[in-house]
């Protein structure tokens, strides 16, 4: 059964099991409980397990002005949530349209391009750069890093001895600083 909200209006007895049975039936649904007079320690059970507000009645009937306020207040409640949710999808579509975008973007650039956040972990490129590279697309599986695509690179002779056909000598000492394997 859906429920836009519920207004639970019954003599709440408040023993565990119920209140979890009923928390679980109105789970993310803003809910207002009534509890008896001098059962204000059951609506506090109530709100431990997650229901939103609580009225106790009272002989005069003063309590029917005071229900229609909280009622009031659940509903605004639940528009908000349904306003959030609306907000929450509408930025879904939009982060989506934008990395469709910026993915047809990578793919068109004849160069190859890397990001690399400030940890060295590879964090976009594209397939150019693999290819220019000749690097292998396994090499950035998992959380691909600067200091891995080195040792690649190295390993492979990229480089060439000691670096040296790293042509700028700031360069050449800054990688073979930075990233000598064990020497």
Request: aromatic letters at 8%; a negative charge.
């Given at each position: 059964?859906?429920?836009?909200?519920?207004?639970?209006?019954?003599?709440?007895?408040?023993?565990?099991?119920?209140?979890?049975?009923?928390?679980?039936?109105?789970?993310?649904?803003?809910?207002?409980?009534?509890?008896?007079?001098?059962?204000?320690?059951?609506?506090?059970?109530?709100?431990?397990y997650g229901f939103d507000d609580f009225v106790v009645p009272d002989e005069q009937s003063v309590?029917?002005?005071?229900?229609?306020?909280?009622?009031?207040?659940?509903?605004?409640?639940?528009?908000?949530?349904?306003?959030?949710?609306?907000?929450?999808?509408?930025?879904?579509?939009?982060?989506?349209?934008?990395?469709?975008?910026?993915?047809?973007?990578?793919?068109?650039?004849?160069?190859?391009?890397?990001?690399?956040?400030?940890?060295?972990?590879?964090r976009v490129y594209n397939q150019r750069m693999l290819e220019l590279l000749e690097l292998p697309?396994?090499?950035?599986?998992?959380?691909?890093?600067?200091?891995?695509?080195?040792?690649?690179?190295?390993?492979?002779?990229?480089?060439?001895?000691?670096?040296?056909?790293?042509?700028?000598?700031?360069?050449?000492?800054?990688?073979?600083?930075?990233?000598?394997?064990?020497?």
């Amino acid at each position: 059964q859906v429920f836009d909200a519920a207004l639970v209006a019954q003599s709440w007895v408040a023993e565990e099991t119920a209140a979890r049975d009923m928390l679980a039936l109105l789970q993310g649904i803003p809910t207002l409980v009534t509890v008896p007079t001098g059962g204000e320690a059951h609506a506090a059970y109530a709100l431990r397990y997650g229901f939103d507000d609580f009225v106790v009645p009272d002989e005069q009937s003063v309590w029917l002005s005071r229900l229609a306020q909280q009622i009031e207040s659940v509903l605004a409640r639940l528009r908000e949530r349904r306003s959030m949710r609306a907000e929450l999808a509408r930025m879904d579509a939009l982060l989506a349209e934008k990395t469709r975008a910026l993915e047809v973007t990578l793919a068109s650039v004849s160069q190859g391009i890397a990001n690399f956040d400030t940890d060295g972990r590879i964090r976009v490129y594209n397939q150019r750069m693999l290819e220019l590279l000749e690097l292998p697309s396994e090499l950035f599986d998992g959380e691909p890093n600067m200091e891995r695509l080195v040792k690649f690179q190295t390993e492979r002779g990229d480089f060439g001895p000691d670096f040296s056909l790293i042509d700028d000598p700031h360069a050449r000492n800054y990688v073979m600083q930075e990233y000598a394997l064990g020497e």
